[in-house]
């Protein structure tokens, strides 16, 4: 009936999107899959910044992404707990 089309029609839209929200470029999103794909790459990691940097960090310099995360972390397990989003380093 028309509730099979109206919910049809709602999840064509995507998901709602926050005004503060972050979202990365799709053409940005694009050039990394395409890259990751011509390297031959199993995964490529899609972030905003700053959690790209964190991920580097704990990557590269795993002492430092600890250090960082030893100060952050206990923000972002309140925020989750308060319903905020974890991802904003503030």
Request: no cysteine; aromatic share 4%; proline share 3%.
């Amino acid at each position: 009936g028309s509730g099979a089309a109206a919910a049809a029609a709602a999840s064509s839209k995507g998901a709602k999107v926050g005004k503060k929200e972050k979202r990365l470029d799709a053409k940005v999103v694009a050039a990394r899959i395409a890259a990751g794909a011509a390297w031959g790459l199993d995964e490529v990691v899609l972030a905003t910044q700053p959690i790209m940097l964190l991920r580097n960090f704990m990557q590269l310099i795993p002492t430092v992404g600890y250090r960082i995360l030893n100060k952050v972390g206990p923000k972002r397990t309140r925020a989750a707990r308060a319903g905020g989003s974890m991802y904003d380093l503030k």
